[in-house]
C-alpha cells in the first residue's frame, strides 16, 4: 500500500504563484511514476502533470505547459508541483496520484493510489 498526503494549496490572486507537495509513504519502491490531477466543480478530473521515475521524464496538459513545473525529491519520497502564472481557471481540487505503470501514465486509470485532494482557489 501507498500513502499520499497532499499540502500547500490555497487561496491566490490571478498571476500569482502556489506550490504543492505531495508526501508518499509505505511501499514507494513500487511506484513507477508520479502524477498531479485536478477535478474542477462539475467538471471531470484531468490529468495536469506526471515524472516517471526512472529517468524523470515529464508530461503536461496543454493547459498548463510553460507555467506549471514538476519536480521530486527521492530522499524525501516528495513531488511538488511549482505553480506560476495562475489564472482562475486554474481553480480546482489537485490530487497526487502514483502510478505502477511502466507505460501509460496520462489518464486516472492509469493509477493506483491517490491523495485526499487539496483546494486551490485564484481569484480574478
Known amino acids: 500500500q501507498v500513502q499520499l498526503v497532499e499540502s500547500g494549496g490555497g487561496l491566490v490572486q490571478a498571476g500569482g504563484s502556489l506550490r504543492l507537495s505531495c508526501a508518499a509513504s509505505g511501499r514507494t519502491s513500487i511506484i513507477q511514476a508520479m502524477g498531479w490531477f485536478r477535478q474542477a466543480p462539475g467538471k471531470e478530473r484531468e490529468f495536469v502533470s506526471a515524472i516517471r521515475r526512472s529517468g524523470g521524464s515529464t508530461y503536461y496538459a496543454d493547459s498548463v505547459k510553460g507555467r506549471f513545473t514538476i519536480s521530486r525529491d527521492d530522499a524525501k519520497n516528495t513531488v511538488y508541483l511549482q505553480m506560476n502564472s495562475l489564472k482562475p481557471e486554474d481553480t480546482a481540487v489537485y490530487y497526487c496520484?502514483?502510478?505502477?505503470?511502466?507505460?501509460?501514465?496520462?489518464?486516472?486509470?492509469?493509477?493506483?493510489?491517490w491523495g485526499q485532494g487539496i483546494q486551490v482557489a485564484v481569484s480574478s
Open positions: 496520484a502514483a502510478s505502477l505503470a511502466f507505460a501509460q501514465i496520462l489518464v486516472k486509470g492509469d493509477y493506483a493510489y
